[in-house]
């Protein structure tokens, strides 16, 4: 998952021009936008820029979160058929921003 997520932040395989594309909200006839690109949900959490993937089938439950302006991503993999993995990489995502945490204060 590390080199999947290396690779959306470089030119090696696909053109920004081309890949961006993915990250861009769909529109609907009247204008309104989707808030889906290519595959991505896409929103804004602590006032950030998030896209992210979810899946699951029976015994498993995931997602793969990305925060391209501060280039973190966050992946929760379970093997349950409850809980919600996006509470918990929100959660974590909440604590690195929002805190003193020395973490934060290294990247930035």
Known sequence: MFKWDQILNIEE???FA?????FVSGTLDNGSETGYGFGWLLDSYLYRIRSYHTGSTRGFRNVYMR????KMSI???TNR?????IEIANQIMEYIFTS???YYKILY
């Open 81 to 85: 058929n409850s809980g919600s993995p």
């Open 18 to 22: 081309i890949l961006n594309e993915a």
């Open 75 to 77: 992946v929760i993999l």
């Open 67 to 70: 925060f391209p302006d501060e």
């Open 13 to 15: 395989l696909v053109p």
């Open 100 to 102: 003193n945490s020395t």
